[in-house]
């Protein structure tokens, strides 16, 4: 197949039209790689198969295009991970000003297709991690794969509440290290009952004024230790018995409306910020029959390396970090992931060449 047959690469991320991101004429925009024809039926080879296109997965696809291993993700129909839903990022190194999160992940994406990736807008559905090549299906189209890196991330689990939707960014959060910043001074709440919960709350009593934390039972599931802590802090108050119907505002966050769960009637509060913590779940649902998980879920790597229970496929971001959930830490495993792969196939591929050797000496002498 010539590249004049391939369909272009769409400059859609996530359903934003990144078009300001792209290169100059001139700069080797007309170089980018194309996706696979899907009219062929024919599977998909590659050495690399990238599974996810946030951090982890677009970091990992530079390392790997970068190393000549001509990387192919499979990025989802919504891309770009949990920073496609992140209004401004001020964590991330190198860029002291700040950043939009869907801009950041274009200028990752671009940098991906500048070294070489093949970018494919679709979700796997299925994968074959029985035997090499390894094989996975995404928009009707098989790829097989020398390797695999699994970077399909994790998600923040959400109220359900229409106008928890519509205010995301606006003052409403799933990630207190990210934005505890902005509400500095400002009266905020937490919903949540768990150790993550009570863990936001006095994360976030370094920066707000004062920290409203709602559980709608009558006792935290947390910790102990972690009860007692918020309990006892000056700048928590919480309210118990209490769920939340609906996050007043119209361009921001001006308070939270409360149903009582344990009688009759309703109370608002007054608040700037809303910082849900009822826990995340990990993307992991395709690949459960063949990796190993832990207790939440997550996917589980060996530690010292990114190496999964299956020799040859290789786990990053936060698809199996229940602990940090931050890009940065995302990028540095989809670094450490695409270097493993890149070790794992020159092992891998000089063990063949010489058992290939081996095996025509002994012809050649029979």
Not at 79 to 95: H, K, R, W
Not at 122 to 144: H, I, N, Q
Not at 266 to 284: K, M, Q, S, Y
Not at 328 to 339: D, W, Y
């Amino acid at each position: 197949m010539t590249d004049d047959a391939k369909p272009k690469i769409s400059p859609l991320l996530g359903g934003l039209n990144l078009s300001f991101l792209a290169p100059a004429e001139g700069d080797g925009a007309a170089s980018v790689p194309a996706g696979p024809d899907q009219s062929t039926g024919e599977p998909v080879s590659a050495r690399v198969v990238i599974v996810g296109s946030g951090p982890a997965g677009l970091t990992a696809a530079v390392y790997a295009a970068r190393a000549n291993l001509e990387p192919v993700v499979i990025g989802g129909l919504v891309g770009g991970g949990q920073l496609m839903i992140t209004s401004e990022v001020e964590n991330y190194p190198g860029f002291p000003e700040g950043i939009q999160g869907p801009e950041l992940m274009g200028r990752f994406r671009e940098q991906a297709l500048r070294f070489g990736t093949r970018i494919v807008d679709a979700d796997v559905t299925r994968v074959d991690f029985g035997s090499r090549p390894f094989r996975l299906w995404a928009d009707r189209v098989e790829y097989r794969a020398e390797t695999v890196i699994v970077a399909t991330g994790a998600e923040a689990l959400w109220l359900g509440l229409d106008s928890e939707t519509r205010l995301r960014g606006r003052g409403v959060s799933a990630c207190a290290t990210c934005d505890g910043f902005f509400f500095r001074d400002k009266e905020i709440a937490v919903v949540g009952g768990g150790d993550s919960a009570l863990e936001e709350a006095l994360y976030l009593t370094r920066f707000a004024s004062k920290v409203h934390l709602i559980h709608r039972r009558d006792a935290f599931r947390g910790s102990k230790i972690m009860q007692d802590r918020v309990a006892t802090h000056p700048k928590v108050e919480l309210h118990l018995n209490r769920a939340p119907e609906e996050v007043l505002g119209v361009d921001a966050v001006t308070g939270v409306r409360l149903r009582k769960t344990d009688e009759p009637g309703e109370e608002t509060l007054t608040v700037e910020g809303v910082f849900i913590a009822i826990g995340h779940r990990p993307n992991a649902a395709v690949f459960a029959e063949w990796l190993e998980t832990d207790d939440k879920g997550y996917l589980r790597a060996d530690g010292a390396s990114t190496a999964s229970n299956i020799d040859g496929v290789f786990v990053a971001g936060d698809v199996d970090d229940s602990r940090y959930r931050q890009a940065v830490t995302a990028a540095g495993e989809g670094c450490r992931a695409a270097i493993d792969a890149e070790r794992w196939l020159e092992a891998h591929e000089v063990h063949e060449v010489h058992q290939a050797h081996e095996a025509g000496a002994a012809s050649a002498t029979s």
